[in-house]
């Protein structure tokens, strides 16, 4: 029995072996721990204002259910640029998400429209006025590991109470250089209404003893207790693009000037379709080179290979040899969508995040294979270098690769035949089921599914999906994971990577949790200590079915 599981809980409580010296010398140690807390926080906050990581912020609007429980029920999205620099500033880089709600119309002005995404924002620092022993009480709770990570735990409280906007709460610090990487709570006084607002806000290590503020989750509950939202933050792209250009540079300058030549002698001139050709790999290159520089597309990775993996197995049962070869990109952003621009596939790490399993992949791989098949090609000014000169919230006005339903209709009927020579063809697997309760969702995640760049993902599919399998898979099956599911984001450089978490044993009704918000629970380590590095997962044709990605199927 296989079974979902959201992220690779680590948490290990520690028992006994309380680092700090009994008897007299207590208060002593505490309180030098203490500063050395505070003084490694404050220099935490001046570090950050060097940086503009994106901000993501995803919200589900619940309802609460008769059984007890609660439902999403309409959402809201964020996409921006912070400006650390400059405080909790965030600059948008989408604008107006579509709702069918007055969101959060009871609360007030914390909640308005415009302060909505800074103040999630926020949620990245403990308290930037008076963090110290002045203004908080410390109270030593004990050891946990988080992740690869000892940390010392602490409840900490304001020495005032009515001194509002300070943080209530619980932290967690790692026992080297005493950064907190975790704080758990919330701010006092802040919400004047009988809501609740709690949030978990986690720190990842960037290497050189620096923390960045990288996953956030939070929620509030009315006076009833129930949930009234839950929400997640992401920050990446602290530093996308630093890293390669230094490393790509000073490959040129030592390269000699006899190897350039050498290789421009072996190449031969182009025919006309070869000029086609490379002129359209050109303008998928330069988006592609545009949105990483972005932060929005990962760099060339282990995921990107997976997917590719898949798609090779589609193209050889099918004896395509598609020419120039058909390559595989993630979007770094949560949102469901998939599309292609000229050879290259594109998937939302959200979509990768949510498929339950790889013959939903490859449903999903076939059905854009089919666009690549059927020659819907892109537009190719963007061959041309000043047509990738825009400023950056004008990104998403300037790409687009909708296509017309009929192509959609198309290309799914096309990705229909490339499965059903497919090895994915005997896996008869949850694509339909994932399909299916896509569509019924929808409309209650209207901007979770509503794309910024591509088509949505259930489109084409509603006549198509029966098609796909006859017979359902019977027992308690995962039709859809919840966000976050499957892939590990480095917030420094916006590497991608598969998670390694286990399948979870039974999931209980209440567990399943499709394409909802949860809480984030991440395995934390030190960079330079990588000794869990993942491999790319999905099944080769050739190789052991045993590397298949782990699906959730019972
Ligand atoms: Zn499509």
Known sequence: ?????????????????????????????????????????????????????????????????????AVPNGDKYFLGRAELAKGVELEPLIRGTRTKHNLFGGLGSIFSMEFLPRGFLQMIYLDT??????????????REFLGDIRCLVFDVDPSSKPDKGRFVGRIWVEDQDYHIVRFNGGYSGRSQTSFYFSFDSWRTNAGKNEWLPAFIYSEE??????????????????APDYAREEQELSKVLVETPMAVKDQSEIANDYS???????????AEDNVATKMEQLGLMAPYGD???????????????????????????????????????????????????????????????????????????MGTQFAFFNRLRFEEKETFRHFGFTRTPEEEQA??????ELLKKSPYKDQPGNAPLFLEALKNRSKEIPNLVSPHLGSRVAAGWTTGSAELSAEKPSGNVIAALPLGGRIKVEP?????????????GGVAKDEKMAFEVTPFFVYLTRQGNNSGKEVPSAVSVKSDPDTSIPDTKP
């Open 1 to 69: 029995m296989r079974t979902l599981k959201i992220l690779p809980v680590a948490l290990t409580l520690v028992l006994g072996a309380i680092p700090l010296p009994a008897a007299g010398q207590q208060q002593t140690t505490l309180a030098q721990v203490v500063d050395k807390i505070v003084a490694q926080e404050q220099a935490e906050v001046q570090s950050l204002r060097q940086y503009s990581p994106i901000v993501e912020t995803y919200i589900q609007i619940l309802r609460p259910t008769k059984a007890g429980g």
């Open 221 to 238: 509950v009315d006076s009833q207790a129930v949930a009234t939202f839950k929400a997640q933050t992401r920050l990446w792209s602290y």
């Open 492 to 504: 420094w450089n916006n590497q991608l990577q598969m998670l390694k978490s286990k399948p979870a």
């Open 129 to 142: 006025n008076g963090f110290d022993r002045q203004h908080y009480n410390f109270k030593y709770v004990g």
């Open 303 to 377: 995921v990107d290979k997976v997917l590719e993996t898949v798609v090779n197995n589609l193209e050889v049962t099918n004896n395509l040899d598609i020419q120039p070869a058909v390559r595989c990109r993630v979007l770094m952003t949560s949102t469901l969508e998939s599309f292609t621009m000229g050879h290259t596939i594109v998937l939302s790490r959200g979509l990768v995040d949510v498929l339950p399993d790889e013959a939903s992949l490859a449903a999903i791989l076939a059905h854009e294979l089919g666009h690549v098949v059927l020659g819907h090609r």
């Open 411 to 416: 290309a799914t009927q096309q990705g229909i």
């Open 272 to 282: 006309p379709i070869q000029a086609k050709r490379a002129w359209g790999r050109q």
